[in-house]
């Protein structure tokens, strides 16, 4: 039986090497980081913005900071938001052994016990992330925004920036929604405190005008779980206003990212999930809460359903959101011509959207800094449609097998915890019912598994009381009974 972290470090390993990831980086790609020893230097033609008030938001133990973020209202009482993305490209070369090793991955893969990156850690945790008190050469992107929330100008540039605060969602979370004090890293800050309410008031407008336009209102109630200190911490992170912030941040800069080259005619992956074709049972589910929606599939409905059952019922809303998602279908890269209609993404009521704002951590992201760049530089595009075409369903493929390893692990470690609790009963909620079984999700600890007894009587929402029946922690199999 798997006991400790090392374990399910090499369980990892196993389901990464069955799902055609690579755990370790080969030889040659860590040669090439030995030659890597500064951070980019910037061109001559990028700009100095290193006065800006940058911050960066993120989990309390990230390491791999791909974003900051700033913005400013104007005398006209418009607010302009900038987002400054870590400059891989300049560091890591296509077709050179890092980049190759981060093609066949193309994302870094989070389990309980180790995080497996998609660059070596001098790199995504170091050289080319924007640390804190570090300036960094980064690609930024600037909006203008109209008083309802919409983009009115955008431009995208080379700067060097400077990191003044490293801050956590929770903390930061906690002090705009006005339930916490300040943090300390933002008093120490002259200046910084102004900046983020502008920031939280940018993200306000952003997300009332995505909601405008039918952008769906979901959450996830799927628990991070890691191990500390030998223990195994099952982490359900409310999502709340930091979240927000930097959620709305980043769709705006993928979008503008997404609509600047389609303007240029600079080919780019679109990231799309497309109109849902089990709209017919999202139709059902509604029906089950005594709802009505259309026959077809219309984004404005479906968020106002959503909208009403998370203020009618907060507590089973994630589950409801999490059968919701599955029924929408995965999200998938695809290039589009430029005469076409886009064929968009239904979940954010978006018609080009791209991956430009994690290259640390995304390659589809690199993908899109390297094409922009050398637009930029009046250079021919890094990638070929042919290239993007093929690029496109292998990153589509490698992120679905990246999930899978997460969820397996994520299911080991919390095998391994409840390995010893056979027989023990436990409260919790019908989260979903497919043509594979019926699961529930227990509330202590957060751990979803599938119920294999007495499941017929049962609707997704349910609450129930179950009893735990069996664990196999390689498999990640978790099994309850009524």
């Known amino acids: 039986?798997?006991?400790?972290?090392?374990?399910?470090?090499?369980?990892?390993?196993?389901?990464?090497?069955?799902?055609?990831?690579?755990?370790?980086?080969?030889?040659?790609?860590?040669?090439?980081?030995?030659?890597?020893?500064?951070?980019?230097?910037?061109?001559?033609?990028?700009?100095?913005?290193?006065?800006?008030?940058?911050c960066s938001i993120d989990n309390e133990d990230s390491r791999d900071l791909d974003q900051l973020t700033y913005a400013q209202k104007g005398a006209n009482g418009k607010i302009t938001i900038w987002v400054a993305v870590a400059n891989v490209e300049s560091l890591v070369s296509k077709n050179s052994p890092i980049d190759n090793h981060a093609i066949t991955n193309t994302t870094s893969v989070y389990t309980p016990a180790k995080v497996f990156p998609m660059l070596p850690e001098n790199l995504s945790t170091n050289l080319t992330s924007l640390n804190e008190k570090e300036d960094r050469l980064a690609l930024v992107?600037?909006?203008?925004?109209?008083?309802?929330?919409?983009?009115?100008?955008?431009?995208?540039f080379q700067a060097r920036v400077h990191n003044y605060a490293q801050l956590a969602y929770p903390t930061t979370g906690g002090w705009l929604e006005r339930r916490n004090p300040i943090p300390d890293k933002i008093k120490q800050v002259p200046g910084l405190e102004q900046a983020l309410l502008c920031q939280h008031e940018a993200a306000q407008l952003l997300k009332s005008r995505r909601n405008q336009l039918g952008s769906l209102t979901l959450e996830s109630p799927q628990a991070e779980v890691r191990i500390q200190n030998k223990e195994v911490i099952f982490n359900m992170q409310e999502h709340q206003a930091a979240h927000q912030l930097i959620e709305e941040f980043m769709i705006a800069a993928n979008c503008a990212m997404a609509h600047t080259m389609r303007q240029a005619q600079v080919p780019f992956l679109n990231r799309v999930v497309r109109v849902p074709r089990y709209w017919d049972k999202i139709v059902k589910l509604a029906a089950t809460y005594g709802e009505e929606l259309p026959y077809q599939p219309n984004a404005n409905a479906l968020n106002e359903f959503l909208m009403k059952r998370k203020m009618q019922d907060p507590e089973t809303f994630p589950d409801l959101s999490l059968t919701v998602i599955k029924l929408l279908g995965r999200g998938e890269y695809i290039v589009e011509k430029f005469d076409a209609a886009p064929t968009g993404h239904f979940g954010l009521a978006l018609s080009d959207y791209t991956h430009a704002t994690a290259p640390n951590r995304r390659f589809p992201d690199l993908i899109a800094q390297r094409q922009y760049i050398a637009h930029l530089q009046g250079k021919k595009c890094a990638y070929s449609v042919e290239e993007l075409q093929i690029l496109a369903q292998h990153c589509t493929t490698q992120e679905d097998a990246a999930m899978k390893v997460e969820r397996h692990m994520n299911k080991s470690a919390a095998a391994m915890v409840l390995a010893n609790q056979i027989g023990s009963t436990f409260k919790g909620i019908i989260a979903g019912s497919t043509?594979?079984?019926?699961?529930?999700?227990?509330?202590?600890?957060?751990?979803?598994g599938r119920l294999i007894t007495g499941f017929r009587r049962f609707d997704v929402g349910d609450k129930v009381t179950v009893k735990l029946a069996f664990v196999d922690i390689p498999k990640g199999y978790i099994d309850f009974v009524t």
């Open 141 to 156: 992107i600037q909006i203008e925004l109209t008083a309802e929330g919409e983009t009115e100008t955008s431009s995208i």
């Open 435 to 448: 043509d594979k079984g019926t699961w529930v999700r227990i509330f202590h600890p957060p751990v979803e």
């Open 1 to 54: 039986m798997i006991q400790d972290s090392a374990e399910l470090v090499r369980l990892a390993k196993q389901v990464m090497v069955e799902q055609g990831l690579e755990p370790e980086f080969p030889h040659d790609a860590l040669k090439q980081i030995q030659e890597i020893q500064q951070p980019a230097e910037p061109p001559g033609e990028s700009q100095d913005l290193t006065s800006l008030l940058w």
